[in-house]
């Protein structure tokens, strides 16, 4: 039996697999001339940023106040970009107070966002480092051209409290000559303004060896890549390998010849499909087909199952992000040795 | 402004709502003379159990044994069914510790389950109560015929430490008929072998209304009826007044006239589509489509968005099960008062 000490459902990290991610892609970027500052969505960790710092990351990204707080509850990390739209009395009293325990930046790409973060920093002993979030392309957040990325920063630079410094953006997937082309026009028409332009962060984990095409930016944003998962293998990013994370798992049932039932579903593995068939990669048995979820059982297909009640398997999930977020811990493994549990000490943080 | 004391993403639960929902389905079964035994994976939370069993059911369902110990941690909680296969003497000996606090029954599918559970019960003062799990057509778990149900029933009844005390299916839907003639046939098959068959336990929340139409069963397992969701207003279960959860968002951005982000993704509303466009539905805004979740943004749509920045809004999820999994705590409401927040004490649950 593998992991006999664990009991299951449970997600393992891989801790010398990670170690070899954050490392791989940090000498990348390092030779291009590229700053790594990996968002924390993905391990929710202060212990793995720590190691990503040491590496060579310049800083963490958050996406929640209540993220940055976790994150930083341990101490050892003093910079940190969350990229996000902060707005209502409460996060902004919150992101004061954390402005007073570490180096903070963060996003807007709107007036409201940039009025509500003048009024809580106006009476700062530093200003508040604001980006301009822009979209060039992914239709998410961001101001939509180059003009209105010009006047966010002219308005922010306006402000009390507020120091604008930079152009932030979360891009399509392999569209880096268009992302460039539209980050150095917006950075053209800032400087004409009479702004300086320190820090364009580009960012995302499917687009990550592409990262020193867009050489305007002048740091990377990441997450996915510490753990990859099936998404990004199956987009040839990462090898199977390469994937930190694994869900340990348990067959509970075999009913039939070509079915067997384990003991997670969605409560472990969740439902992002990442336009992939399957909820997940059988480590070993490509033949079988993770097929359907429910929140505590997973339906395995294949033509022949051979799988015994209590056997164990470990499934690599579409998305690693999302299922570190499910579990109170994570097992820490290396190989085959199992190290014990971490909290995830970020996880649920929403606010 | 709604809910000015509430940051968001928030869970709302309306408990106007949520009690007439346990009121409306207990009066319909006792109408129909079937038990209720109210599934705890929606709520997560001893308070509603506990108003579950004052309204009338005979005790709760489980899925895992740590929500079980979660939902007994209060008291007031002593008729506990886990509908699962449990295997693996970590989870045995946590169910033997379990049923010296509480009246316990579970399913088994498989000799290697029933093994297992007469290992830890063989010198219990109690046997413990199994009763056999049938797939009746939905195909996840269960024995496959009323023979081998038959079989199974002997085999528990012959084990030290267990009682066999009847069947338990999580049906597959709108098969009533279905259904009852595997049930019927099953009991008539394990009388005839000198077994009584005391419980027959259906469910599932899509065929609440009908659940008098399988007549053979003695109660009846359900869990989403007590919040309602999308999908449920889809089948035609509930109206969305019927909705006792909502998600408290905050409108974070608005690029477009046809566009707005909201400040609750994937880590609140989940992935869950349950066959369903969208994530959800806005309440009062049927023409806003909740287009796509990254982890900690929602895309809403609308030819005309017509959204300011700041803006609340509450969404209806497609599946409240998952949603109330995914916070620490929910925020009691009825109508438009707050009445504070409720920690999720079987959130995350999955041992």
């Not at 010009?150 to 402000?159: G, H, Q």
């Not at 339906?299 to 977020?325: F, Q, S, Y």
């Amino acid at each position: 039996m593998i992991f006999p000490e664990i009991d299951t459902p449970a997600v393992l990290i891989d801790l010398d697999i990670a170690e070899a991610n954050i490392d791989r892609f940090q000498v990348h970027c390092s030779k291009h001339g590229l700053a790594v500052r990996p968002h924390i969505k993905t391990h929710k960790l202060p212990m793995l940023a720590k190691r990503q710092l040491q590496a060579g990351a310049i800083g963490i990204t958050c996406q929640k106040v209540s993220e940055a707080e976790a994150m930083i509850s341990e101490g050892g990390i003093d910079d940190v970009l969350i990229t996000y739209n902060i707005l209502g009395d409460a996060k902004l009293s919150r992101l004061r107070a954390l402005s007073e325990r570490t180096r903070l930046s963060v996003v807007a790409d709107n007036h409201e966002t940039i009025n509500g973060l003048s009024r809580f920093f106006a009476d700062a002993s530093e200003p508040l480092s604001v980006l301009v979030e822009c979209d060039t392309g992914a239709a998410r957040c961001g101001v939509t051209s180059p003009e209105q990325a010009r006047a966010l920063a002219r308005y922010i630079s306006d402000k009390p409290g507020l120091s604008f410094c930079g152009l932030m953006t979360y891009p399509p997937v392999g569209q880096e000559d268009a992302v460039q082309n539209w980050l150095r026009t917006a950075k053209a028409e800032i400087e004409k303004a009479g702004l300086t332009v320190d820090v364009i962060s580009n960012g995302g984990s499917p687009g990550m060896w592409q990262a020193q095409d867009v050489p305007i930016a002048t740091e990377y944003r990441i997450g996915t890549y510490v753990y990859n998962d099936r998404s990004l293998q199956a987009r040839g990013i990462c090898t199977w390998d390469d994937c930190a994370l694994s869900v340990l798992v348990t067959v509970i049932s075999v009913p039939a010849n070509d079915r067997a039932v384990i003991d997670a579903g969605s409560k472990v593995l969740t439902s992002d499909l990442l336009g992939l068939e399957g909820h997940g990669h059988v480590m070993g048995r490509p033949d079988i087909l993770v097929d359907g979820l429910s929140e505590e059982h997973g339906v395995l297909r294949a033509e022949n199952i051979n799988l015994k009640i209590g056997d164990r398997l470990r499934i690599i999930p579409n998305h690693a992000c999302v299922v570190t977020n499910m579990v109170d811990q994570i097992e820490t493994i290396r190989g085959n040795r199992a190290l014990g549990a971490v909290p995830v000490v970020a996880r649920g943080k929403v606010l």
